[in-house]
């Protein structure tokens, strides 16, 4: 059973699956923050797209002057010449959209106008199967572009109990650099790791992922909902420290006696720093 979270009060982002797992090159946390903020504007009961004020403060904060002026215009820019791509799973199709027809800042009321592209309306209107709901205030407490992406990714999922996901497809989806495709440690450390910390800290979604391999090579990622298999991942983490830290305490103990008898100074007997604190701390509770 997927490990479901508490319905959260605020505002609700609503879009449909497809959007979620589309490609989109994105330069920035305020783009993605953008998109999520006028998603929330769109009512369950609107027919068209409209224009939706967004205060430049929900965007990039308190900031004001010159610089916050090139930046909001940065963002626009961004978000004017870049496209979404929703691929076809089933054959080599694909539908390009642009995101906003129209998107201007009024630096009288320090807002951001924005509507979003009339071919989009199927992706946000009307939605009644095969779309994903997320808290917007968790959403704007993710603080890197890949964390914002994974988590509209998951989300899109995370009514079933887990989903495997062809590497390809993940690295398509986040829109990752070269480099991350040629080494997995990069992109585990730089994406799957901090993604992981980052959504299951600052939002109520949690899971555990896994990589799938065929041979020696990284083929897909298993990400799962699961209570149970939450549980038991969190409590075979706990087993480890605990077999760990005995470990450890058992060597310092070593030594401790080794020093003991040996008279020599315990940095110069176990250059291991652990043990060695550990030692030492069982030296100063020596009567």
């Known amino acids: 059973m997927a490990a479901k979270q508490l319905p959260l009060p605020g505002e609700i982002v609503k879009k449909s699956n497809a959007l979620c797992r589309a490609r989109w090159e994105v330069d920035s946390l305020y783009e993605p923050r953008l998109v999520a903020l006028t998603a929330s504007k769109v009512?369950?009961?609107?027919?068209?797209?409209?224009?939706?004020?967004?205060?430049?403060?929900?965007?990039?904060?308190?900031?004001?002057?010159?610089?916050?002026?090139?930046?909001?215009?940065?963002?626009?820019?961004?978000?004017?010449s870049k496209v979404i791509t929703i691929r076809d799973k089933n054959s080599a199709s694909f539908i390009k959209y642009n995101i906003f027809s129209k998107c201007a800042y009024d630096s009288v009321k320090n807002v951001v106008i924005a509507r979003f592209d009339p071919d989009l309306k199927p992706h946000f209107l009307g939605l009644k199967e095969k779309f994903t709901e997320y808290s917007l205030l968790e959403f704007l407490k993710l603080p890197s572009i890949y964390s914002q992406r994974l988590y509209e990714i998951l989300k899109s999922w995370d009514d079933v109990d887990h989903v495997t996901i062809p590497i390809s497809d993940l690295h398509e989806m986040l829109s990752t650099p070269i480099s991350m495709r040629k080494t997995f440690g990069e992109f585990r450390r730089r994406v799957l790791d901090k993604a992981y910390d980052d959504i299951t800290k600052r939002t109520?979604?949690?899971?555990?992922?896994?990589?799938?391999?065929?041979?020696?090579?990284?083929?897909?990622?298993?990400?799962?909902?699961?209570?149970?298999?939450?549980?038991?991942?969190?409590?075979?983490?706990?087993?480890?420290?605990?077999?760990?830290s005995n470990v450890a305490f058992k060597e310092a103990i070593s030594c401790w006696q080794l020093k003991g008898t040996k008279g020599t100074a315990c940095n110069e007997f176990n250059p291991k720093k652990e043990k060695c604190q550990l030692c030492q701390k069982i030296l100063q509770g020596k009567p």
């Open 43 to 80: 009512k369950r009961s609107d027919l068209d797209f409209q224009e939706y004020e967004i205060p430049l403060q929900d965007i990039i904060g308190d900031a004001r002057g010159g610089k916050t002026y090139k930046i909001v215009e940065s963002i626009i820019d961004n978000l004017m």
């Open 204 to 244: 109520g979604l949690k899971y555990i992922w896994a990589p799938i391999k065929s041979g020696r090579n990284i083929v897909a990622v298993s990400f799962s909902f699961s209570l149970q298999s939450i549980e038991e991942k969190e409590a075979k983490f706990d087993e480890q420290k605990r077999k760990q």
